[in-house]
């Protein structure tokens, strides 16, 4: 882990830092653009092929049977099961307070204004396959859509060799009241829930993590007007730290976003150089007993701290990096929330680590990467809703607005739109 | 205008009907990109270029000076001045109204989750140019983005060919406080806000309306992670009528829509069939009369109406159509409210003209076209914001939330996640 000065960086050195390794899709974009290409000509044969070649089975039938889910669900252990409905819980709980009813609002004397939450009927979740399940990401995913009350919730998942779903996976999916559960991977997935198939149906938004070329397809599928939760790139952590940070928790947070893969980015900001060292020291310690080592020591390697003078410079750095994570270990974190300008989820003090909110505190994991925090919120339960503006004028409130519109319609040369205006206001008159 | 029953359209046709014409981008995209990709690396340099090549002038100096707004306020009438300040009190009204304080939510015992609005720090605005200036998109975008609190709010319209921005806008933008206006218009202009060049600052989120290359602009930078607003196509109004309308305001309203451009759809859903044959002759009548006639007169024709037995089949359709905009000029249209599902803004009963909402009621009028509706909102101030999620655990959070997190790590195979927690929750214990 390099060691930077924030007092001799200048701005282009600090650019050049807060600048992420450059996904290179010229080689994904082809491919991607035939598989979608593909399923949207041939559906579901398509996702046949697809699913021989790159998850090796051979599927005539994508759905979850009923007696899949079933038995997921006697044979998941009580502990586990507990373990996610305690996160289902809080998580249910932070969601259910995003969307509030809104108040009407006359903005003059017989014009009334306001607004009101209509759920996305249709959305797709997408959850990744690989060496472990992510059940996290179904309840991260499949809980804010169930209360934003999306009529129709689909996920695709890629299914194992023998053409299983994880159980876990299954039962995490029974948990939140999905349904329709599809053993669709990789692009062809994305496909599918965008343009849709005879057996699974085009949904309006798409939401989820991948590869890269899940992540190109979300992209390309964007462009066609099909929402996506957010671009996507490799996770990673700021962690913000003073000389009263312990090290032990600094560097096992620090390890816990680097083992998520080589590309993972895992800074420290620290105000002091020999907590610093004693970090790195401690990142020494922790790491040689990870199974994902390699992983994590090619991340770590990647990464980089900085030494500031002080928590504004710290903070500083933070908002021009603008990271998905950003953990403050540092004494009275609460008095600088307020400075925090960009960062997806901001964990506060020395017990508020990372994992806390990838599991289980209430927040949501879907969150702005690669320096998208700077316009771009996490996933919440508006992702799964609309805002549809009302007005409703009655006759006092043409008498009032009446003149203005004209006027402004006429400067637009809009003839027809003052019209329309003018029409009720001579109808009102008389 | 062609007329269809509703009770005579199977799931397909509605399909059909509900379908924008294809917006072919072919043609568009490559000349697109070598417009991104020459700002990108010449800046300024290729901005000149292009302004001399479509907007027939060559300038040296892109900023719109103080002395050409003072003389813009001077000369703009105050009869004009003054129905822009009442909609910009309007809009105001009803935006500042849109961004709420949220509550801190204890999930579990030591556990607390809550959202807080950061402004995205610098937006960029575009208004187009053309035969008429559009001064209602300056308040549109530029009253939220203040309200948000956006640091850096700049503005890019193309000049004409005198190299001078019309009054009117000018004007607006200094009513609502945008002080840093170019005079760049098309692609190029969507290009330096995008990437950013010696005069225009990178922004991270781009808003406003354009042409084809405008349009194809913001979506090729949205795939390198600008935000955009939304994805855009041609303006629309659906009005559902009953046999109690004023068939003059319906036609006015519907022939407000056409006038935009011969690719705006103006449709009609009638619950009397009467009714809708008094509509079409009343626009025969007023469409004569207008000055943009013939492109009222295309878009009319390629429109159509839909004949319904009763109201629920009215909305049914309108919410599989989802329109940017739509008018109930129906008798008790309130009750009707919540069954609609898709819909950028909603004017309610025979007074709510479309045009009234496009520039003084206090909705936003940058609305979701192209059926987008069904997943997009229209522009508010949460537009110009992000929502951070913070969270905080003190010891207690640690003993109550700790073993459900280390769980649920193990499960997915995350060992760091888990030590994250686990060295938090052994220090507690001891």
Known sequence: ????????????????????????????????????????????????????????????????????????????????????????????????????????IETMSGVTCFRESRAIEKVGLYVPGGTAPLPSTVLMLGIPAKIAGCEEVIMCTPPNIDGKIPEIILFTAYLVGIKKIYKVGGAQAIAAMAYGTKTISKVYKIFGPGNQYV????????????????????????????????????????????????????????????????????????????????????????????????????????????????ILNIKKSDKYLEKIKNAGSVFIGQYSCESAGDYASGTNHTLPTYGYAKAFSGVSTNSFIKQVTFQKLNADGVKNIGKTVMKMAEIEGLTAHKNAMEIRFNAIKN
């Open 1 to 104: 882990m390099k060691k930077y000065y924030f007092e001799k960086l200048d701005t282009s050195k600090i650019d050049e830092l807060c600048k992420r390794s450059a996904i290179n899709f010229d080689k994904v974009i082809p491919i991607t653009k035939s598989i979608l290409e593909n399923v949207k000509i041939n559906g579901d044969k398509a996702l046949k092929e697809y699913g021989l070649k790159f998850d090796k089975v051979s599927l005539d039938n994508f759905l979850v049977s009923k007696n899949e889910i079933e038995n997921a669900c006697n044979n998941v252990p009580s502990e586990t099961k507990n373990a996610f409905l305690i996160a289902k819980k809080n998580i249910e709980k932070f969601h259910k307070s995003q969307v509030k009813k809104e108040q009407i």
């Open 215 to 326: 992540t190109c397809a979300k992209m390309l599928v964007s462009t066609d007007g099909i929402a996506i939760d957010m671009p996507a790139g490799p996770s990673e952590v700021l962690i913000i730290a003073d000389k009263n940070a312990n090290a032990s928790f600094v560097a096992a947070d620090l390890l816990s976003q680097a083992e998520h893969g080589v590309d993972s980015q895992a800074v420290l900001v620290c105000t002091d150089e020999n907590k610093t060292d004693e970090v790195l020291k401690e990142i020494d310690v922790q790491i040689v007993k990870l199974p994902r080592y390699k992983i994590a020591k090619e991340s770590i390697d990647k990464s980089f701290s900085v030494i500031c003078k002080n928590l504004d410079e710290a903070i500083s750095f933070s908002n021009s990096y603008a990271p998905e994570h950003l």
